[in-house]
């Protein structure tokens, strides 16, 4: 099959035929129609974030069919060991031997998949494989984001990429009133946003029209955190969403004080995708999405690196 390969952190990928994935016990293996493009397919890439082995396949938002004709989609969570602490209390997201797609098991830049079937996932009908792709790790992780914010009416977005367009769109649905905080110059994001329900869009490194109950961050960029936390009134929640941020520089205890709550998001879990899975479609959530042939992964990755890329990019896996 052809499949596009991490040969080594910072390398780019390199486009190869290999063999078919066979599927083991607990196993489904998939025709690959589409895989989303995350930041953290790009944290693995440029070796911000380890890859389990290498050569690795990258991407962890599959959208495909089974062998026995199922269409299912296939996240970052691809295996937890159901026994430690945290798979017992409910929070599988945190397992200490968490397995992930595009990270410890080869993922969807490539023709065929496998995952464990206990961890794909039903998907709506209603949308497309291009279109559904993208929520299953910027929809997923923007969900929980959302849920972990609480909540609070006015609610900022800082980074207006592939989750945060798709969680403005959940949020407004919710009745709460969005402010989109993205780098100065990206009218065209603020444009997005606003597109979608936003009610403002402006500088992120500066305050809003009026303070925030609650911000999650999806860019990066350390010195966000600092910033968002000055846009937040007391009492506000702000949400670090990603899995690797540059770092964070030092800032007042006064910009934290006033009962303001600092946290991140780790991973998802099963419970999550259902929920939010089931959502999208009552919304209803539209993506606006890039898409690349499965050749063209490394200039994916490169435009979103760049902020060149206005929602989500997604990669098509047509047959050869």
């Not at 099959?1 to 293996?29: F, H, K, N, T």
């Not at 599959?62 to 026995?68: K, R, Y």
């Not at 990066?220 to 520089?249: E, N, Y």
Request: aromatic share 6%.
């Amino acid at each position: 099959m052809r499949a596009m390969l991490l040969d080594r952190p910072g390398a780019p990928l390199r486009a190869a035929e290999v063999d078919v994935p066979e599927p083991g016990p607990e196993q489904v293996r998939l025709r690959v129609h589409a895989c989303g493009v995350c930041r953290t397919d790009l944290h693995v890439r440029d070796g911000e974030v380890e890859a389990g082995h290498l050569p690795l396949i990258l991407g962890h938002q599959i959208v495909g069919t089974t062998d026995d004709g199922r269409r299912v989609g296939v996240p970052w969570l691809g295996w937890t060991d159901g026994e430690c602490r945290y798979c017992r209390s409910g929070r599988e997201n945190l397992c200490v031997n968490g397995r992930f797609t595009g990270k410890d098991i080869d993922g969807g830049y490539a023709e065929y998949a496998v995952a464990d079937e206990r961890y794909v996932l039903e998907l709506p009908e209603s949308m497309g494989d291009l279109e559904v792709a993208p929520l299953l790790c910027g929809g997923l992780i923007g969900y929980r984001a959302l849920r972990l914010a609480g909540d609070g009416e006015r609610l900022g977005l800082y980074g207006f990429g592939s989750s945060a367009h798709i969680i403005c769109q959940v949020a407004v649905h919710q009745g709460r009133r969005v402010f989109a905080f993205t780098r100065a110059e990206d009218t065209a994001a603020q444009e997005l946003a606003l597109s979608l329900g936003a009610e403002w869009a402006g500088d992120a490194m500066a305050p809003g029209p009026e303070p925030l109950d609650a911000a999650i961050i999806f860019a990066p960029a350390g010195p966000l955190v600092p910033a968002a936390l000055r846009a937040t009134a007391p009492g506000g929640v702000v949400v670090c969403a990603g899995i690797f941020m540059s770092d964070i520089p030092s800032f007042p205890y006064g910009i934290l004080w006033e009962e303001r709550v600092l946290r991140s998001v780790a991973n998802l879990t099963r419970e999550d995708a259902r929920e939010f899975l089931a959502l999208a479609p009552q919304v209803p959530v539209r993506t606006t999405v890039e898409v690349h042939p499965l050749e063209r992964a490394e200039t994916a990755l490169e435009r979103l690196r760049a902020g060149a890329i206005q929602g989500s990019a997604v990669i098509s896996v047509a047959p050869a």
